[in-house]
């Protein structure tokens, strides 16, 4: 595609400095103003200088396993009145905790793992992180720095098993640096396209005495130069004019918008222009607004990848054509000049070219383009009439399922956990079919609402994340109280199900809301439509008996309510629709955690569907797994 002419992404030589500046204002940011040096400037050991600097950071919530590598940065943390641990019961599920207290708070999550393996079970959690753009700063303990290299117990090199899954690592060889890389580690963290940071800090260095300088200054010049400034105006016109000059526009929002759902709110009201979101962006406009069309990609609303398909002006906010949303990328948006505003330089022209170019952190855009639409307001009667194609399209395909009145549906319970909570839980999910319904059945009106693994699809994130919402949202010690939902599904849920005992212990009031079918539901979708039905390893029960066949009880496996009252934490499980309402409603008015085991058909597919690398004609709304299929 042709870009337009005469419309420069590069900042200027003024705005680079602007944006040097401010980038050097936050890194003299003070410490928080209650903290004090507990050790009144006398020498103290690495790990204290690492806990002082984490608090310095504003730290008060944290997720940490402790191990022989990093024993002593749990010891300095027991002398910190201001930190709390969080003892997750593996190393996977603390980090996956980080990154759901960091989703639904915006805040960096920390989490703080040992050596070798300890160290290795980060991996994952890293490489989610980074594609879903969660400010994260793992650390971990490392073996003394003179056995490093030598096959040492518990050694791996995690610096570069992670590098090309992390924003930027570090290798902590020196004591006195601690205080710079944590500062570091931090800024990096969550400025520019926010992401996580790894900290390696050799036991030896922790142990080692010193008086830390915390006026240290950070030293990633390089790093500064390369954020993006505030949005030039000349780009700014060019894409107020594209609206103008649009008969077919349509806002496609990302997950940058998350922090910014006011501006989203108030380019709407001076457009007009109806919204698609993403499976990260959801809430970032309010999904029950008359203009939303919620969800676009592979498992979107029908009206949602319509548009897209037939828009000529397709505004991309804080998105990155992600291949679930475009499927086959030269049939996405094919007829539509594209406008694509992203922080990330690399994003700008990766997988479809734009017409215009923005790179810019998105908030400061959209205030710039309000201020524009504020001043000479868009005639909207210019494509009035696609407004109002989309709108009645939207009522003649609304998301639907079949209705039944002997099995719970899937869809109609995720509906009836919206009513019981009123809109206004927390939800977290695995990843599967579950995944897909809640983002289609549960309504966001607000961001940082929903956490769920988008980029890398990491089933067992559920419940981990909703420990980190969990305690977040406690009402505890000034913090907010809100009801936290891991809507999850029966294979993913036994991935992370240890974390049940951090619930228990920790008091953490995650609600478990399993959608029980016992197949792992997303990959049998996929064996019904494109493999003859063929149950290749999908099966998760008792091989000698399953329950979708038997309808026995005693054939349901694995038994989640034993499982939870082992951890005990209250559980139940529902058979009939009859029972739903009043055990979503035990559920929510139980302190404390709690395990509600829902038993839905296993031959329920999401849909709509795009299929991979498909395009909007290739859409598939009805069927599931009873009907046959042509491959």
């Known amino acids: 595609m042709a870009k337009d002419q005469g419309v420069s992404n590069k900042a200027s030589a003024e705005e680079l400095e602007a944006a040097r500046q401010a980038a050097a204002a936050s890194m003299a940011s003070e410490p928080p103003v209650e903290w004090v040096d507990r050790f009144n400037g006398q020498p103290r050991k690495g790990c204290d200088i690492l806990v002082q600097a984490l608090e310095r950071e504003g730290v008060d919530t944290l997720f940490a396993y402790p191990g022989g590598a990093s024993m002593e940065i749990h010891q300095a943390l027991t002398r910190s009145d201001t930190i ?84 930027h690592n570090f290798l902590v060889m020196d004591v006195k640096d601690i205080p710079r890389i944590v500062k570091e580690a931090f800024y990096l963290a969550r400025t520019g396209r926010p ?68 501006e989203i709110k108030e380019f709407v009201r001076h457009t007009g222009i109806p919204v698609a979101q993403t499976l990260m962006a959801l809430g970032s406009f309010p999904e029950t607004d008359p203009l939303a069309l919620q969800m676009l990609g592979m498992h979107g609303t029908v009206t949602a990848n319509y548009a897209v398909n037939e828009a000529d002006l397709l505004l991309a906010f804080g998105a990155r054509f992600d291949d679930r949303v475009t499927g086959r990328l030269e049939a996405f948006a094919a007829n539509a000049r594209i406008v694509h505003i992203d922080i990330d330089p690399a994003e700008i022209h990766k997988n479809k070219d734009a017409h215009i170019p923005v790179c810019s952190d998105v908030k400061p855009a959209l205030q710039g383009l309000n201020r524009i639409l504020a001043a000479n307001p868009i005639d909207q009667s210019g494509y009035a009439d696609w407004v109002a194609e989309l709108m009645a399209m939207k009522e003649e395909n609304p998301l639907a399922y079949p209705q039944h009145d002997d099995v719970i549906m899937p869809q109609w319970a995720i509906e009836v956990l919206y009513e019981e909570t009123k809109g206004e839980a927390v939800v977290t999910t695995g990843v599967g079919q579950h995944q897909m319904w809640a983002a289609q059945y549960y309504k966001f009106d607000e961001p940082r609402r929903w956490s769920t693994s988008g980029g890398l699809g990491s089933m067992g994130f559920g419940l981990p994340s909703a420990l980190g919402a969990a305690a977040a949202f406690d009402g505890k010690d000034g913090r907010p109280s809100k009801v936290v939902v891991d809507i999850d599904g029966d294979g993913s849920f036994v ?50 008996s399953e329950y979708q066949v038997t309808g026995d009880t005693k054939d349901i496996f694995p038994d989640f309510v034993k499982m939870a009252e082992a951890f005990n934490v209250p559980a139940k499980r529902v058979m009939k629709p009859s029972e739903l309402r009043a055990a979503i409603r035990e559920m929510l008015d139980t302190p404390g955690p709690y395990l509600l085991d829902v038993m839905v058909p296993h031959i329920q597919h999401v849909l709509p569907m795009i299929p991979g690398g498909g395009s909007f004609k290739d859409i598939i709304t009805k069927g599931d797994g009873t009907d046959k299929y042509q491959v």
């Open 195 to 262: 992401g996580p940071v790894l900290v390696d800090i050799p036991k030896d260095v922790q142990q080692t005495l010193d008086v830390p300088d915390w006026d240290a200054p950070m030293s990633i010049t390089a790093y500064m130069s390369r954020l993006p400034g505030p949005p030039q105006q000349a780009q700014l016109e060019a894409v107020v004019e594209a609206i103008r000059n649009a008969k077919r526009p349509i806002l496609y929002v990302g997950g940058g918008c998350v922090d910014s759902p006011e």
């Open 495 to 544: 991935m992370n199900c240890q974390e049940l005992a951090t619930a228990s212990v920790e008091g953490l009031a995650t609600k478990v809301f399993i959608l029980n079918n016992q197949y792992l539901g997303m990959v049998v979708q996929w064996e019904d439509r494109f493999y003859r039905a063929n149950r290749a390893h999908t099966y998760l029960g008792k091989k000698e």
């Open 84 to 167: 709390r641990n969080i003892l997750c019961r593996h190393e996977q599920g603390e980090i996956f905790a980080a990154e759901g207290y960091a989703k639904v708070t915006g805040r960096v999550g920390v989490c703080i793992a040992t050596s070798g393996p300890g160290a290795t079970n980060l991996v994952t959690g890293l490489a989610d992180a980074l594609l879903d753009s969660v400010p994260l700063v793992a650390i971990t303990g490392q073996v003394p720095r003179k056995l490093i290299g030598s096959d040492a117990f518990q050694e791996t090199p995690i610096v570069e098993v992670t590098r090309q899954i992390t924003k």
